[in-house]
């Protein structure tokens, strides 16, 4: 299994990605730099975590014009499996692989913490190492993960079956309380329409290992390695 890692100006979870990719898959990703125009042959992309360009006009919008972004989003509609984590999944909606936007968190302040998730379906090269209904605990890092689309987005996501992540309770409750950004329908986490890419505002590369404390987002990447593999 080949995996690429995009390296933008300001990304800081790149190698923490890179760790995760080749603890699962016995082999190192290609970190492929913001300014190249191809990627290799891979079987993932991922678009990690960071602040892309200092987040400076808006997160991911710099990091959108890329040279690499065009040959990004070619593998993409060609059915290559896409991961963006954070930074990655604001990059994600700007350059219109996955729809919404991520705005500020609704109490304006820079959240980093753990959270519990709910997985959404396991049913896809993401999470089926996870079963449906399964509460996570993974850290989240972030100043504008509060997920937002207007009504008719939302409601077509949802008979889509597009939500991969939802903010919850320990319990896999939903309420307003553990819905930490103000994200519609606790959104933590989303699938385009066929399911190949995915956007997460939590980091499963953080709970990868036993060292970090927490394992949760370890199941992810196994999971991937045993799909593409197969």
């Known amino acids: 299994m080949n995996t690429a890692v995009i390296v933008f100006p300001g990304s800081n979870c790149d190698r923490d990605v890179a760790v995760a990719l080749q603890a699962a898959t016995g082999r190192p990703p290609v970190m492929v730099w913001h300014r190249e125009t191809e990627l290799p042959p891979t079987d993932l992309i991922v678009l990690p975590g960071g602040f892309s360009y200092g987040d400076y ?23 290559t499996p896409t991961l963006g984590i954070c930074n990655g999944f604001q990059v994600l909606t700007e350059i219109g692989l996955l729809p919404g936007a991520l705005l500020r968190n609704r109490d304006l302040r820079f959240i980093c913490r753990e959270v519990n998730i709910r997985v959404e379906r396991n049913d896809t090269a993401f999470t089926a190492n996870y079963a449906q209904g399964q509460v996570l605990r993974i850290p989240v890092a972030h100043h504008d993960g509060n997920y937002f689309a207007d009504d008719d987005t939302i409601a077509r996501m949802e008979d889509n079956g597009q939500v991969a992540f939802r903010y919850c309770g320990p319990n896999g409750e939903l309420t307003d309380r ?42 992810m990447f196994a999971s991937l390695a045993a799909s593409l593999a197969a």
């Open 57 to 79: 006009l808006r997160c991911g919008a710099m990091a959108a014009t890329s040279p690499i972004i065009p040959a990004v989003k070619a593998r993409a509609a060609a059915g």
């Open 178 to 219: 553990d819905n930490v950004n103000g994200s519609r329908s606790n959104i933590a986490g989303l699938y385009n329409e066929g399911r190949n890419v995915l956007g997460l505002m939590p980091h499963p590369e953080r709970a990868a290992d036993l060292l970090q404390g927490v394992t949760d987002g370890a199941p």
